[in-house]
């Protein structure tokens, strides 16, 4: 029990760390295909936060959606339209007033986030699905369980949402004639 | 003694990984970066909606990510198609010199 908790101690602390360090190196890196490759280092260690949390389908669909389809869509976008190497001479943070004003009112909502979150962490009641049930019936199945009893309304517009964003994308992208 | 992990230590990580990625919507100058911060952003809300349902034990949270991840997927589909339009129309995708609806 003791070791279990101090692998888990290890692993959170490497994954958090890595995870804040990409998120900053997606900030200040100047090529967007840096800032992609980085993206992708924070989406994987969200995804062992998630395995950590003990919530394996979500860390799998992060990987396969995030890390995948949607960061391949993004480098496929920018290899495509061959952006410039911008911002060249000049330092990407603190370089014009409106830039420290913006970094202050963010600084302003993290401290909010953290008083928030350590005022009162996490009020509610517990529900019934606690890691042993999830254990007994199986993580995929009661997510799937619950998408097609609750939350079947939100599934079927999801699916609606999807097809309207193919149609959307297919007709933006269309040489006009 | 160590005990196993606070849900503070998940929230507090989320929380920095939001307020970097708002750093960057707000810094950045390219289209691009500006649509990975946001997409960071919703790591860290998933991050936050995860933990909650792990230390709350209900099954919600994994849900509510699921829908997240459709409606980003959309977005990204949407957004990127944008950027090349824009791109083919205009030249650039600096934000800066996109000010076709600027008064």
């Not at chain 2, 919507?25 to 998933?46: H, K, Y």
Request: glycine share 8%; with cysteine; proline share 2%.
């Amino acid at each position: 029990m003791i070791a279990g908790s101090v692998f888990q101690w290890i692993a959170f602390v490497l994954t958090a760390l890595t995870a804040i360090f990409a998120a900053v190196m997606v900030v200040t890196r100047r090529s967007p295909i840096h800032s992609a490759m980085f993206l992708v280092l924070n989406f994987i260690c969200i995804a062992i936060l998630y395995l950590l949390l003990n919530s394996q389908f979500i860390a799998i669909v992060q990987v396969m959606i995030y890390a995948g389809a949607i960061m391949m869509l993004v480098i496929f976008v920018i290899m495509l339209l061959s952006v410039e190497e911008e911002e060249e001479k000049k330092r990407i943070i603190c370089s014009s007033p409106a830039k420290v004003i913006g970094i202050l009112l963010v600084l302003i909502l993290f401290a909010l986030l953290i008083y928030g979150v350590g005022v009162q962490v996490l009020p509610g009641e517990g529900g019934e699905y606690t890691p042993e049930r999830i254990a007994q019936i199986g993580e995929i199945k009661a997510v799937a369980g619950l998408l097609f009893t609750k939350f079947l309304f939100p599934f079927e517009v999801a699916s609606i949402l999807l097809l309207v964003g193919i149609i959307g994308a297919v007709i933006l992208s269309k040489k006009e004639r | 003694m160590l005990s196993s992990i606070p849900p503070i230590c998940y929230l507090i990580v989320s929380a920095l990984i939001f307020a970097i990625g708002a750093v960057g919507v707000l810094v950045r100058r390219n289209a691009i970066v500006i649509f990975m911060c946001i997409e960071m952003m919703l790591g860290g809300v998933n991050l936050t909606l995860i933990t909650a349902a792990h230390y709350l034990h209900s099954l919600d949270g994994v849900l509510m990510v699921f829908f997240v991840m459709t409606v980003a997927a959309a977005e990204a589909a949407v957004g990127l198609a944008i950027f090349v339009l824009l791109f083919r129309g205009r030249g650039t995708i600096k934000v800066d010199e996109i000010n076709l609806l600027k008064w």
